[in-house]
């Protein structure tokens, strides 16, 4: 079945060391996207990438980066987590035919200790 | 940023009543609205979207949009305990989804 993965599912890392949270996606869509999510709030937006295009949301911290080597595959890296980076990390992919229409991963629980 | 917003609940329905979702969004040249599910500790699922002023039903689903007074609701019908779930409502005029909060949806046995 086509789906969205994220690797790993959950994910224990120290105050300040760096991680990278993975997704891949078999749907062939062109976009994807990273999302936060903290307990009883909305998925906040981080950035997206429309096909190679870089998108970054205004309000996201630069400790936050991101990179998708091919259409399958996208990386969240934390360069320094914080306590505050304790979440949810949603990884979502739309067609730009539908763009609207975006399929979530099953999320990576992101642990600061 | 949109905004969207959506009451927090929880709402409880005994099971087999209509649990009624509602939502408001600000940005007028909104064109895309999604219903959103999400268990505890799981991803959003994406059940219903509608683009057009009106109803869309799609199972014990319905949908109803009001652009005019920039409001879209989800009707669930025969309410199973399964639907017991946080909704989330989102928003869409370009590439990216605004969100609300959710509702949290609990159907009593």
């Known amino acids: 079945d086509a789906m969205v993965i994220q690797n790993p599912r959950y994910q224990v890392t120290q105050f300040g060391k760096p991680v990278t949270l993975s997704c891949s996606q078999t749907l062939n869509h062109n976009v994807m996207y990273w999302y936060q999510q903290k307990s009883s709030q909305a998925p906040k937006l981080l950035f997206h990438y429309y096909d190679k295009d870089f998108n970054n949301e205004a309000d996201t911290p630069d400790n936050f980066q991101s990179r998708r080597p091919n259409t399958s595959f996208c990386f969240l890296d934390i360069r320094s987590p914080g306590l505050g980076d304790a979440a949810m990390y949603l990884c979502a992919t739309s067609s730009s035919g539908r763009a609207h229409e975006q399929y979530f991963g099953p999320g990576t629980r992101l642990t600061v200790t | 940023q949109k905004e969207v917003e959506q009451n927090s609940g929880p709402l409880s329905v005994p099971e087999g009543a209509i649990a009624s979702l509602n939502c408001t969004y600000s940005?007028?040249?909104?064109?895309?609205f999604f219903w959103y599910r999400q268990y505890s500790g799981k991803s959003p699922e994406l059940i219903m979207f509608i683009y057009s002023n009106g109803d869309k039903e799609d199972g014990r689903f319905t949908a109803q949009l009001n652009k005019a007074s920039q409001y879209v609701s989800l009707l669930i019908r025969d309410s199973q305990p399964s639907d017991s779930a946080t909704y989330l409502c989102?928003?869409?005029?370009?590439?990216?989804?605004?969100f609300g909060a959710g509702t949290t949806v609990t159907v009593r046995a």
């Open positions: 940005d007028r040249g909104s064109q895309s």
């Open positions: 989102a928003v869409s005029g370009d590439y990216k989804l605004s």
